[in-house]
């Protein structure tokens, strides 16, 4: 694992916004009142005095690059009086009660609210909510006199949006995503079979964000994952971690993928065993062997050691020695420069030389060739498999690995 860098992958991941609208459905108050409703009234001058009943449609969602606007069309209705004033001094009783959005309908303003997203390094997204100016789509004119109060109303209705504004950043205004990317942690950190041909391991080890935007109702990640993928031929123990922090590393472009191959002496083995078990050789007229198994076994200097097990005119064991090479171009690894190591050279010279033969040398090297296409294939298949994941209505992740 420590031979090879690490690699980079950029997957985009979609995070459901829904749960968040239906929260702020839920948090924001669907009526509001003038304080002290019905009972009380807001006199802001001495002539002038007012209350009111607001209520809110359904919430709507609007968004635009890391933007997103929560806004919804108020309903309300206001009941006023005036009175004479000189320099504040009221100098006549208050005028009978004065109704507006009654008789006529509601009155209609809308309300919104922006709020920009971003995520912070422990994973939690963080919504910065601003107030609009809300806009008067009605004119509200109490009294006989028609006295325009719109905007007494709209002043007032801004301190109770300023209320819910700060509800609402108490409420969802940091969103942990913790959980989401821990479900596609854990998917990452899985063991995964490529079609009995072995096992894929990913290794995930740190994360990075490269670009985050919102649209419709998802929020887009571009998810920078660094990891040493591996892969084996025997099933390896599932290590399932906590996904940590986000950091900065590498580049944020492109992929660089480094998969490591294991391939277990064992399993080898037993692929060049099964093709070679009693397979038979003539050497002369005579003389032949009849291979019985074949253990694959690794020297310090990066050579690999053959152990040929054989039966027939002569009974034994023999050893050969060769350089495990692999070609990228044909993803082919065989063994170089195949030959009999000293040790067997000498016995067999004394004993049978007869077996000291570059026919079996030759033949052996046929076996000693594993083609990686349909590996790697496979390899590849499976991880494009798990760039792809639908996780219902809480995330989901595509990408795809090309070559």
Known sequence: MDSLPESVINIPIQVNLKPVYN??????????????????????????????????????????????????????????STRVCVNGTALSPWTP?????????????????????????????????KRLEPEAIDKCSVCFWGQDVTADVINGLKEELDAAKVDMEKNFGLYDLRPKFQKVWDQLNKVYSLY???????????????????????????LGLAAKPLVSFERPQEHLTV?????????????????????????????VSSQLSDKRFDITSSKYIVIKECM?????????????????????????????????ATKIIELKDLDFDIKSKNTLLKTAAWLFNKRIVSELKKYSRFDLTTYINAAITSINQQLNKNGGQEFKVTGRWMQ
């Open 23 to 80: 929260m702020a459905e839920k948090t924001v108050d669907t009526v509001f009142t003038s304080p002290n409703w019905p009972n009380g009234w807001v006199q802001d001058e001495c002539d002038t005095r007012y209350k009111y009943t607001f209520r809110r449609g359904p919430l709507q969602m609007k968004t635009a690059g890391t933007a997103l606007l929560l806004g919804f069309t108020g309903y309300y209705r206001i009941i006023g």
């Open 97 to 129: 009660a004065c109704r507006c959005g009654y008789s006529e309908g509601e009155r209609r303003v809308n309300v919104s609210f922006q709020n920009s997203v971003s995520i912070s390094p422990d994973l939690k997204a963080k919504l910065s909510i």
């Open 196 to 222: 009995s041909l072995g096992w894929l391991e990913i290794n995930p080890s740190k994360i990075r964000i490269d670009n985050l935007f919102v649209k419709n109702d998802s929020l887009s990640i571009n």
């Open 243 to 271: 996904v940590p922090n986000i950091t900065d590393f590498s580049s944020h472009t492109g992929f660089n993928i480094f998969l490591d191959a294991v391939l277990n002496y064992d399993s080898l083995s037993n692929i």
């Open 296 to 328: 694959l076994y690794g020297m310090d200097n990066e050579n690999l050691v053959i152990k040929v097990t054989f039966e027939g005119s002569e009974q034994g064991i023999f050893y050969l020695t060769g350089k495990p090479t692999y070609d990228a």
